[in-house]
């Protein structure tokens, strides 16, 4: 598996304050992330999966969802995970 408890860890100890706080937004967006970039090179080989295509879209809008969350709540997080993922806004 790609993505397993230990590469969990690893992911929220970098953007939450502990590895057993799995709960903030941060954390959840790191997730988001890391699952997102695995589907995308996955559907550059399968470009006819439609079923991983749909949960590739539904994953960016979590996403994205968290992250107007976040930019409401608290916009110096925001813009510190936005540089963190190198994600573009």
Same mark, same amino acid.
Do not use: P
């Given at each position: 598996?790609?993505?397993?408890?230990?590469?969990?860890?690893?992911?929220?100890?970098?953007?939450?304050?502990?590895?057993?706080?799995?709960?903030?937004?941060?954390?959840?967006?790191?997730?988001?992330?890391?699952?997102?970039?695995?589907?995308?090179?996955?559907?550059?080989?399968? #470009?006819?999966?439609?079923?991983? #295509?749909?949960?590739?879209?539904?994953?960016?809008?979590?996403?994205?969802?968290?992250?107007?969350?976040?930019?409401?709540?608290?916009?110096?997080?925001?813009?510190?995970?936005?540089?963190?993922?190198?994600?573009?806004?």
């Amino acid at each position: 598996m790609y993505l397993d408890a230990i590469k969990k860890k690893e992911i929220f100890k970098k953007h939450n304050s502990s590895e057993k706080d799995t709960g903030k937004s941060e954390g959840q967006i790191a997730i988001f992330t890391e699952r997102i970039n695995h589907l995308t090179k996955y559907l550059k080989e399968n #470009k006819k999966d439609n079923n991983t #295509k749909r949960s590739l879209v539904l994953l960016v809008g979590k996403r994205r969802r968290l992250l107007e969350y976040l930019k409401k709540k608290d916009i110096q997080r925001y813009r510190s995970i936005l540089k963190s993922l190198n994600l573009r806004k």
